[in-house]
């Protein structure tokens, strides 16, 4: 759609046809393509003048095209294509105009770096700096380069040995200096990709080991490097592959740097609704899309979502279900119960408190529980909402290790990716966990057994860490139920977990929203052999603690009838459940 864009230049947008997917700065600006002016990116990197960035924002923030943004603008290849930049904002400055195009550029990316085995990641890294080798083959021309330089050249292919590919890109850097008589730009986008899949596909140790040995060959001991810039999701702990950069400026989501330049401001985003005839839908838009905070730039939006918005005209999880969500579901559903408890403490609405190591240590992931919660604020899944221990008062001798942040879900985008993912966890056992939510709605109690116990059977390993399938953890199982059951009733209940009622903390309430449906209290607990003498007695027992600490008497204060309130006590030996209970 071709717009005339009238009283929104002050917004930066240009050219207003909405694309869906366009990485590449050229094809946007020779298409057409809606675009948001973040030319000023690149007088703000240059001024800074830091030798290597690392810039980490959350996947689809624009990180692959400010990065073409950046060749296109500083490569010697695209000196002719000043057009590329006229009456953009970096365009006003005579010194950036004499910039452009002076500069000989590495460009790179890690974004489809994704296989399963360390012998796959590194032949498709081999594979791409081969491609870059193929790309500037015109250095094989004439004499620059000596006999021995120029066979180098030739051997760098996709099954090079791991020192020479370590060697490559400093190994150009220098055929390029003594070409165009000018140090480097080197732009690696999404170098943290196959560091995930690393840890997914346990092969972190060796590829880090490689990785490590490139990137200090690269952007370390390299005399031909004029200035780097790295994009990713997360800053990987320095002792890992960046142990001998100390080069290095990271710019993470709590940094102040660039904190408009990757995500649309408000701003932007209330001038492009208008420009598309949607003036009329910011509250609802701002209510799914906004909530990211870059330093101390708020109300950021992610673009996939609202180029999608402005292309389709309907809300949608645009961005988080094209985002990969893989490694988070499993980080949760195979978390402890204190994950899951906050899980359910975040899917409510509510705030949790967690130190912060924006230094991710991919092996604390499955042992250290902010870890987790680091690698979601750094995804974009949490938004920080206040600090603890940071104000006028805070003693700077009792300080934390590391920084204390109030977290929540970042907004109702999030929030319905996170229970479509968790139903999701359901799946293999989607009829008999579906019939146990009708029976437990019903009130049929002989049902839920029945049902209750096919779901257990299928699913009890599935939330544990997979490394014992058959020695799987009551609470981790309860635990992922409950979120299941908010996943699933959310729109028919209020569910709440341990939370103070009458005399003590109840398991589960499901609090009606209709005058029409019943109250529901839920107690787990597991068989004790040395007090019980089977399972009915331990239902007896979570039966008659919900009645001895008066658990009802939250939802008897919101006025529901004492008849209209069910209560069910949850009995677990291993995979055998025993409900008991009902009015």
């Known amino acids: 759609m071709l717009m005339d864009w009238r009283g929104g230049r002050e917004a930066g947008l240009v050219r207003q046809i909405t694309g869906i997917g366009y990485q590449d700065f050229e094809e946007i600006r020779d298409g057409g393509i809606f675009y948001i002016d973040k030319t000023d990116f690149i007088r703000e990197w240059w001024e800074y003048a830091d030798k290597v960035t690392l810039i980490a924002r959350p996947r689809r923030f624009g990180k692959t095209l400010n990065m073409s943004m950046l060749e296109k603008f500083f490569s010697v290849r695209f000196a002719g294509r000043r057009d590329l930049f006229e ?3 970096i365009w006003k400055q005579e010194k950036y105009r004499k910039l452009q195009g002076t500069y000989p550029v590495i460009s790179l990316s890690f974004a489809n770096v994704k296989e399963r085995t360390y012998k796959g990641a590194f032949w498709r890294i081999s594979q ?3 491609e870059l080798y193929s790309n500037n083959r015109f250095l094989l021309d004439g004499d620059l380069l000596s006999k021995e330089e120029k066979n180098y050249a030739r051997s760098v292919s996709a099954d090079m040995p791991e020192a020479a590919a370590a060697a490559a890109i400093h190994q150009l850097s220098k055929f390029l200096h003594d070409y165009y008589g000018k140090k480097v730009l080197i732009f690696l986008d999404e170098y943290d990709t196959p560091m995930q899949e690393a840890y997914v ?36 702990g320095k002792e890992s592959i960046f142990s001998d950069l100390n080069n290095l400026e990271v710019v993470t989501a709590t940094s102040e740097k660039y904190g408009d330049s990757f995500g649309f401001t408000e701003g932007e985003v209330f001038a492009a609704l208008e420009a598309y005839g949607f003036a009329d839908r910011k509250k609802e838009v701002k209510k799914w899309y906004d909530g990211f905070t870059f330093g101390g730039k708020k109300d950021i939006y992610n673009p996939w979502s609202i180029i999608n918005y402005l292309d389709k005209g309907k809300l949608g999880a645009y961005w988080a279900n094209a985002s ?17 408890i906050e899980m359910e403490r975040l899917l409510s609405g509510k705030t949790l ?8 240590a991919y092996s604390q992931l499955s042992t250290k529980q902010n870890a987790i919660w680091s690698l979601l604020l750094a995804s974009g899944y949490l938004k920080v909402v206040g600090y603890e221990g940071y104000g006028e008062d805070a003693d700077e001798h009792f300080m934390p290790a590391e920084p204390k942040y109030e977290l929540a879900l970042t907004n109702l985008e999030v929030k319905i990716m996170f229970r479509v993912m968790i139903r999701d966890w359901f799946a293999r056992s989607e009829d008999a966990y579906n019939d146990f939510v009708k029976a437990l709605l019903l009130g049929d109690l002989d049902a839920m057994n029945l049902y209750m116990n096919k779901v257990a059977l299928s699913m009890f390993s599935y939330f544990d860490t997979g490394k014992n399938p058959g020695d799987g953890d009551p609470e981790r199982f309860y635990h992922g ?7 699933e009733l959310s729109g028919r ?3 709440t977990s341990n939370r103070e009622s009458g005399f003590g903390r109840y398991d589960v309430m499901l609090e009606p929203r209709r005058a029409e449906d019943d109250g529901i209290i839920m107690e787990f607990k597991v068989f004790q052999s040395k007090r019980e003498k089977g399972l009915e007695d331990t239902a007896e027992a979570a039966l008659k603690q919900i009645e001895e600490k008066k658990y009802e008497s939250l939802l008897i204060e919101k006025g529901i009838p004492r008849e209209r309130i069910r209560k069910y006590g949850f009995a677990f030996r291993g995979k055998e459940i025993l409900i008991g209970g009902g009015r």
């Open 128 to 130: 791409i700096i081969s």
């Open 201 to 236: 596909n346990e092969y972190w140790d060796e590829l880090a080991s490689f990785i490590r040995n490139m990137f200090n060959a690269a952007f370390k001991a390299n005399p031909y490097l004029e200035r780097a810039v790295m994009t990713g999701i997360t800053r990987i």
């Open 87 to 89: 009456g953009l904002e």
């Open 481 to 487: 139920f409950v979120l299941g059951l908010m996943a």
């Open 324 to 340: 990969s969500n893989s490694l988070v579901g499993k980080l949760i559903q195979e978390g402890s119960k204190e994950i899951k």
């Open 353 to 360: 408190v967690a130190e912060i190591d924006e230094q991710l």
């Open 493 to 495: 209940y209020v569910l």
